[in-house]
């Protein structure tokens, strides 16, 4: 699932450069969102079935 492997990328992009500042906002195969970081914030938006708008600045309060 999607939120798993934005976690892994972000897990080894951060294994290669020490101390980065990346982001990762994916989607699987099946439409389901994911995102993970290491830097202080991220911004990001996304839509839900019923086509509500939603944003975020930290991955914690994506809401997939």
Do not use: C
């Not at 080894?12 to 990346?22: C, G």
């Not at 906002?25 to 439409?31: A, E, R, V």
């Amino acid at each position: 699932p999607a939120p798993q492997a934005a976690r892994a990328a972000i897990t080894y992009i951060d294994s290669i450069f020490s101390e980065s500042m990346a982001g990762v906002i994916l989607i699987d195969k099946d439409g389901r969102p994911g995102v993970a970081h290491t830097t202080p914030k991220i911004a990001l938006g996304w839509t839900t079935p019923d086509g509500a708008i939603h944003t975020a600045m930290n991955g914690a309060d994506f809401i997939s």
